[in-house]
C-alpha cells in the first residue's frame, strides 16, 4: 500500500474515533454537557500531502490531550469542488467550533471570506500573505494563521538540470486557478531563466485537463517541473502514464507527488507541518494564543525523495548527490 493511502485510511479512522456520528453542528452529546471542544476540519481535496496534513494536525492534538472524551472533530472534503467549499464554510459558520483547520489555500480561502470570529489553523498553504490570508506572515492581524509548504522551487528545478544535465526546455504544469500554484510558477520561470532554460507552459482547471496538457508539451521538452499543485497532485498517474511513454521526467513539488510515479521532489514533510499546525490549534484551544498574534510558520524539514520504478522505467541513472535520498517504488 503506498504512503498516502496509509495517511488516508488513518485519518479517516482517527476522524471516525474522535467524532461519532458527528455532522457539521457538533453532536447533541456535546453541545448538551458543554464539556467537549469543536475543532471543525476543511480539505479542498484528496491526495496524499493533503492526507499526511490532516493526520499530522490529528495526531498532535491527541498528543496535546485532546483524546476523544476531551474532542469532536468534523472532517469535511470539498472533493475538489469550489461549490462544496463554500457549503462546508457555510456549515461551519452556523456550527460555530472553537477552531477551524483548513487544510490548503483554495480550503483556507473558503473559510476566511465567510468566517471572521472564529479562529483558522491553515496547513498545506504556499503562501499566507499572497493569499490574503493574513495582513504579514509575521503577524497575522485577522483571524487565520497556521503552516506554509513552501518548498524549495529553485532547488527543485535545479533537480531537473542534474538529472537531465543537457536539458534546454523545462515543462511547466499547473493549475493556472490555484493562487499556490502561481507563485509556485511565478518562481520557477524566473529561476529558469536564469540557468537559461526555455520554458514551455501547460496550465490546467481540472483533472480532466491532465493528460491532453501533458500530451501538448511532453515531446517538446527535457523534462517538466510541476509545483506543489492540488490538481495534478490528486492526479500524478494520469500525468506520468503520458510522460514515462515520451521518456520525459517529471520533478515536482510534494513527496507524495513522487510516491505517486513523478520522478523525484525536493519536499516538505507535509506529515510534520501538519503536528505544527495541530500545536498551534490546541494553543488557541488552551487560549495560549490568538491567530492574530501568531506567526505563521515555516515547515521544519526538507526531504529528497525519488521514485526508482520511475528512474528505471526512464532510464535514467541517479546522481551521485541524490545517493541518500529517500526511494520509494
Sequence with gaps: MKQWMKYAAAAVLAAAALTGMAGCG??????????????????????????????????QLAKRGYTADKIEIDQQNAQGDQSNLKNIASRFKNAKPDVIIAISTPAAQSVANE????????????????????KSNQKPETNVTGVNDRGPVEEQVDMGLKFVPS??????????????????????????????????????????????????????VDFIYVPTDNVIASSIPTLVKVTDGAKVPVFVG??????????????????????????MAADILEGKGKPQDMPVQDPADLTVIINKTNASILGIEIPEEYKNAVFVD
Design 26 to 59: 457538533g453532536s447533541s452529546d456535546s453541545k448538551a454537557d458543554g464539556a467537549k471542544k469543536h475543532v471543525a476540519v476543511i480539505q479542498i481535496m484528496q491526495h496524499g500531502s493533503l492526507d499526511a496534513a490532516n493526520q499530522g494536525v490529528i495526531d
Design 115 to 134: 468566517i471572521h470570529d472564529i479562529p483558522i489553523v491553515g496547513v498545506a498553504i504556499t503562501d499566507f500573505e499572497t493569499a490574503k490570508l493574513v
Design 167 to 220: 536539458a534546454k526546455k523545462m515543462g511547466l504544469m499547473y493549475c493556472a486557478s490555484e493562487v499556490n500554484s502561481e507563485i509556485q510558477a511565478e518562481q520557477a520561470r524566473k529561476h529558469a531563466a536564469e540557468l537559461g532554460l526555455e520554458v514551455v507552459e501547460a496550465t490546467v482547471a481540472n483533472v480532466n485537463d491532465i493528460q491532453q496538457a501533458a500530451e501538448s508539451i511532453a515531446g517538446d
Design 254 to 279: 510534494a513527496d507524495s507527488m513522487a510516491r505517486d510515479g513523478a520522478l523525484g521532489s525536493i519536499s516538505v514533510d507535509f506529515y510534520k507541518t501538519g503536528i505544527q499546525a495541530g500545536d
